[in-house]
C-alpha cells in the first residue's frame, strides 16, 4: 500500500488520520479542512471527532456517483446529525481489501434539500446490527 504518492499524502499537514472499517488508511488534509470543509460547510465546525467516527465506525458507505474512484461514508452523531463524508481512494478496486489509501475530499451534513442523494449510489457497506440503530431501520 505504501507508495510515494501515500507517503507525499502523509508528509502533509493533516487534520485527521484514520483507518476505515476494511483496513484502509483515510487522511483528512489540513488543507482540505480549512479551504473546503469550514469555509463551504461551516456546520462541521467543531466535528472532526465526528468525521472520524464517520470513516472507523460508519453506519454505511455508498459508491459515488460523482466520481468513480470515491465513496460516501455516512454516519449519524449522537446529536442525530446524520454526516456524510466523501473520500477519494488510490485505488478504488483494492478499497474492499484494505489495501489501498483514501482521502477526504468532503464532509457534510445531510441537507435532504440540499445535499439528498444524487450523488450517492449503491450500499457497498452496511455495519452489522449494533446496539446503534442500523441504516436500513433508519430509511423511509
Known sequence: MT???AQDKLR????????DPRGNIVICAQSVWDGHIAKYHPEMKGRIGDIESALVDPDAIRQSKARPNAEIFEWIAADTMQIRVAVTFDVIALAPHGQTMGKVNSAYPVDPIEYDTPNVGNYIYLRAA???NSPQEREP
Open 3 to 5: 507508495t510515494s504518492a
Open 12 to 19: 502533509k499537514p493533516l487534520s485527521l488520520l484514520a483507518t
Open 130 to 132: 449494533t446496539s446503534r
